[in-house]
């Protein structure tokens, strides 16, 4: 039931994509129960021969208590996958939930537009899955505490039961707690995406270590947290204990919390493996589709799913992985075929989130009076730049799908130069608009980092990584410095530093390939004309792009 409910809510894609996200989801949800049953009977039998002495021996209360820790954890882990998206999610203020509520409940519904905005619903969303996330942890940590220490004999020695049961729940509510805000206070339900696919048995042993530190911190902290609490508990559920037992009381809650939380961790890391594991959006090898048509579950899966869904970042990765590497050259060969249609909506459909980046940042600049650029960081913080500011950190909250992205039309564009039989790339105009792309994003990135790119002039200075810089008048150069060094402490600069550096590494890696192409077209005077597009580009201008391919071709190595 539970698990038709989440099918329902979560896989809203075609079959494709569903099977690819369901099937993740079931397997997560098996080696969780088969690490979970693991760690129990283990702990238990720990428990057991540390306090009592006695072996592990099956019985009714040991089996309906490893049924309520398996459902416990089945919640969590539900709650978990819910929660987890590759990208980050703004959620809402509870100020913003209230005035949404207020105007579902006062303002009457019409039908010419919608009472709130989609953009609110996705905050607000967020926000209730967040709190339901957070309740979900206090109620599972709360149960799996009390079937771990409750059928340990020490606490034989206290009469009332529901005492034990109050305490272990009010300890484990306490550490759930815990955990559940400190795992959505630090973003950790967002999918990181390694950069070497491993198998996933040496990717989750690889966690190993970590969670097992993670999970002795968070259960040192709760446990401090328990015993600071513990005093605002009523008399009547304090109890009278002699100091023996006090401390096994505490040894054995200690021990619980740290399974408890192991368990979770192991989960979390077992849940960020699965997840970000490569998924082949192709047919098979030999089949009659792969003779045919390769390309079209790929194709697929990039148009047609949600977007910026888990579905779509992992064909990104997948088609990042097909570009680079060459392992599967024959699906990259499919793009370059006769009629140039696969080629021109690969790049398209990657081209498409970097032009939209471009645009926000550049909306950004130019939204902003400024003569400067390096007062961006000043001029964002008054209440007037407060929707560009949200702008700018959402923009970058795509950050990995950018990098995708710029990689794999820098790395088609330079295959393209010894694969492509057909001349579809150039043909189509697909390499001025690959260019052009890339050169403009960098652009607006350098401009919000605070870097001036003007046209060459005799008041520009030229660096070693091919940057023009401007002039500055001697009673700005202060200010200047200090705007600098405050917007490097912005929280998108080190998104935005590893972003030009990414954009810088993919049109070099275009000017290796096609150096000679390049030159001769620079001294006939028809490098604009060849690598950039006819019409306005994204940000900056022709000429200025133009002038930047050229710093780029004189510093690349021959």
């Known amino acids: 039931m539970l698990i038709s409910i989440v099918e329902r809510s979560l896989f809203r894609d075609k079959d494709g994509g569903t099977k690819v996200v369901k099937h993740r989801f079931l397997g997560f949800l098996i080696w969780q129960a088969l690490q979970s049953t693991a760690i129990f009977f283990l702990s238990k039998t720990l428990l057991l021969s540390l306090f009592t002495r006695t072996p592990f021996k099956p019985s009714f209360l ?264 060459n392992v599967d050259p024959w699906r990259r060969a499919a793009f370059f075929e006769e009629s140039g249609e696969t080629y021109k909506r690969v790049i398209s459909v990657c081209l498409t989130p970097v032009e939209q980046f471009t645009r926000n940042v550049s909306e950004v600049l130019e939204s902003s009076p400024v003569d400067n650029s390096l007062q961006l960081s000043h001029q964002l913080r008054s209440p007037n730049e407060q929707l560009a500011d949200s702008k700018v950190y959402e923009s970058f909250d795509d950050f990995q799908l950018l990098a995708w992205c710029a990689r794999i039309v820098a790395s088609l564009t330079v295959h393209s130069h010894k694969e492509d039989r057909f001349g579809v790339a150039q043909l189509s105009g697909s390499n001025a608009a690959v260019i052009s792309t890339l050169l403009s994003s960098l652009l607006a990135v350098e401009t919000l980092m605070g870097k001036k790119t003007n046209l060459q002039s005799s008041n520009t200075l030229m660096d070693p990584a091919g940057i023009k810089w401007a002039t500055l008048n001697p009673g700005r150069r202060d200010s200047a410095a200090g705007m600098t060094g405050r917007r490097k402490g912005a929280p998108f600069y080190a998104k935005a530093y590893s972003m030009a550096d990414i954009l810088k590494t993919s049109i070099y890696g275009i000017i290796s390939a096609f150096y000679d192409e390049m030159s001769h077209s620079a001294k006939a005077g028809l490098l604009e004309k060849d690598w950039i597009i006819s019409s306005k580009p994204l940000y900056g201008t022709r000429e200025l792009l133009s002038q930047k391919l050229r710093l780029f071709l004189d510093f690349q190595a021959s």
């Not at 398996?70 to 539900?78: E, P």
């Not at 630090?186 to 966690?207: A, E, T």
């Not at 054995?252 to 740290?258: E, H, Q, V």
């Not at 594991?277 to 048509?293: C, D, I, M, Y």
């Open 62 to 325: 040991s089996i309906f208590a490893f049924i309520v820790f398996h459902f416990s954890l089945l919640i969590f882990s539900t709650s978990l996958f819910i929660i987890s998206s590759p990208r980050p999610q703004r959620a809402a203020s509870p100020f913003e939930l209230l005035l949404g509520t207020a105007r579902l409940i006062l303002v009457p519904i019409s039908n010419s537009q919608p009472l709130l905005s989609p953009d609110f619903r996705l905050r607000a969303r967020a926000s209730i899955s967040f709190v339901l996330f957070v309740a979900v942890s206090a109620v599972s940590a709360s149960l799996s505490v009390i079937t771990l220490c409750l059928s340990c004999n020490a606490f034989d020695q206290l009469k009332q039961r529901r005492l034990v049961i109050g305490k272990l729940g009010f300890w484990g509510l306490q550490i759930g707690l815990l955990y559940g805000v400190h795992y959505v206070y630090n973003k950790r339900w967002v999918l990181q995406f390694p950069i070497i696919q491993r198998p996933p048995f040496f990717s989750f042993k690889m966690g190993l270590p970590l969670a097992v530190e993670k999970a002795l911190k968070l259960s040192a902290v709760g446990y401090v947290l328990s015993a600071i609490l513990a005093f605002a508990l009523p008399y009547e559920f304090k109890g009278q204990l002699p100091v023996g037992n006090f401390i096994t009381e505490q040894i054995l809650f200690y021990i619980g919390s740290f399974v408890v939380i192991l368990c979770w961790e192991l989960c979390h890391h077992l849940h960020q493996v699965l997840h970000t594991k490569r998924s082949v959006f192709a047919p098979p090898k030999g089949s009659a589709a792969a003779e045919t048509n390769p390309s079209e579950p790929l194709l697929a899966a990039l148009e047609e799913s949600t977007p910026k869904s888990l579905l779509q970042y992992l064909a990104y990765l997948d088609l990042c992985m097909v570009c680079e590497g």
